[in-house]
T-cell receptor
């Protein structure tokens, strides 16, 4: 079945550590996105990529980094520079209409 | 810049009541898409509908209906005869047709009580 797979579902990070969230899609979509969701709030765009080897900052890119070496993959690294990383992270992909979302990764700083 | 406003943070209704979720948007783009997504407790966003800006015809799908009014920049969502399974957070979103970038509202938490 086609879809978006995010892993892991739950992730715990110690202060000062970098962690990488995985996002893989087999929908052959060009565009991929990372959103952050805080409790009781909407989704805020972190980074997006319209094509392989190219990506753009979203509204809250500070403290995050991404790569897009393959069409299918768009990993997000939460760096130690991100001061408040505890949140729910959603990856999405689209061809221009409906966006398909993964099941999300819940990141907690311990 | 574009913005989506969902003024209703939380709504509670009793089962079988009708409920309308409001969505107001701002955009400078002349053509755009509007969306509604449902987010159940599991967290994954479920696509409900996409509407193109040049199509103002209202749409009905089962117990769901959508009212798009370009004149007031609104795209409201009505659930008829609500059910407990409708309890979720509902997001309205906007994307210009010229670039693929979704802007979401802050969401409305709908609770349907038995």
């Amino acid at each position: 079945d086609g879809g978006i797979t995010q892993s892991p579902k739950y992730l715990f990070r110690k202060e000062g550590q970098n962690v990488t969230l995985s996002c893989e899609q087999n929908l052959n979509h060009d565009a991929m996105y990372w959103y952050r969701q805080d409790p009781g709030q909407g989704l805020r765009l972190i980074y997006y990529s319209q094509i392989v080897n190219d990506f753009q900052k979203g509204d809250i890119a500070e403290g995050y980094s991404v790569s897009r070496e393959k069409k299918e993959s768009f990993p997000l690294t939460v760096t130690s520079a991100q001061k408040n990383p505890t949140a729910f992270y959603l990856c999405a992909s689209t061809t221009g209409g409906e966006a398909f979302f993964g099941q999300g990764t819940r990141l907690t700083v311990v | 810049a574009q913005k989506v406003t969902q003024a209703q943070t939380e709504i509670s209704v009793v089962e079988k009541e009708d409920v309308t979720l409001d969505c107001v948007y701002e955009t400078r783009d002349t053509t755009y898409y509007l969306f509604w997504y449902k987010q159940p407790p599991s967290g994954e966003l479920v696509f409900l509908i996409r509407r193109n800006s040049f199509d103002e015809q209202n749409e009905i799908s089962g117990r769901y209906s959508w009212n798009f009014q370009k004149s007031t920049s609104s795209f409201n969502f009505t659930i008829t005869a609500s059910q407990v399974v409708d309890s979720a957070v509902y997001f309205c979103a906007l994307s210009p047709t010229s670039r693929r970038q979704l802007t979401f509202g802050s969401g409305t938490q709908l609770t349907v009580l038995p």
